[in-house]
């Protein structure tokens, strides 16, 4: 069992949609969650930061945390095409750097 | 400049050749990293660099050599790779190794294995 699953898609939606993406996990040390968002052609750029279980929101995106479930979502509102991009998952324990990623789900925003 | 830069952007070599990709982050960070990216798999962590000293090493072969000469500066010397080896790899930093800070990534060089 992969330590960190999210489903790779791709997933297309219209314009407008409220989009929501998710990673599942196994290991109930991870403490901190983060969201990446990666363009083609560049690096993973940092979108949401959370610690432990809870709602963040910021603009358009809310990330959600369920530690009792082992399951994080990213919420995208009143999407738009320049939302399509690749959106990573990523967790780590207390006091250890080592990063897991997820595999990346590729999202498309259609006009 | 600021942030995460990686040169070159892309890469071609053959097997034989001997190449460095190098890294530069001016963000003040003490902390950094390689990781490869390959289609369909999750980022895979390669070397942790705290204080240009190496911490980790996730059983790569010895065709990659890290070097970090100092907290802003790290290089991925390549030798002898093999197709398997064509990926994007891509340079992060952070604050401190086991800080509660994110870490930031450059655009990564997309090397090509012939």
């Known amino acids: 069992q992969k330590e960190v699953e999210q489903d790779p898609g791709p997933l297309s939606v219209p314009e407008g949609a409220i989009v929501s993406l998710n990673c599942t996990y196994s290991?109930?040390?991870?403490?901190?969650f983060m969201w990446y968002r990666q363009y083609s052609r560049k690096g993973p750029e940092l979108l949401m930061y959370t610690y432990s279980s809870g709602n963040k929101e910021d603009g358009r995106f809310t990330a959600q945390v369920d530690k009792s479930s082992k399951y994080i979502s990213l919420f995208i509102r009143d999407s738009q095409p320049s939302d399509s991009a690749t959106y990573l998952c990523a967790m780590r324990g207390q006091g250890a750097q080592k990063l897991v990623f997820g595999q990346g789900t590729r999202l498309t925003i259609n006009p | 400049e600021t942030g995460v830069t990686q040169t070159p952007r892309h890469l071609v070599m053959g097997m034989t050749n001997k190449k460095s990709l190098k890294c530069e982050q001016h963000?003040?960070?003490?902390?950094m990293y390689w990781y490869k990216q390959s289609a369909k798999k999750p980022l895979e962590l390669m070397f942790v660099y705290s204080l240009e000293e190496r911490v980790e090493n996730n059983s790569v072969p010895s065709r990659f050599s890290p070097e970090c000469p100092n907290s802003s500066h790290l290089f991925l010397h390549l030798h002898t790779l093999q197709p398997e080896d064509s990926a994007l790899y891509l340079c992060a930093s952070s604050q401190e190794q086991n800080s509660n800070q994110p870490q930031h990534f450059g655009d990564g060089t997309r090397l090509s294995i012939l």
């Open positions: 963000l003040g960070h003490n902390a």
């Open positions: 290991n109930s040390a991870f403490q901190y």
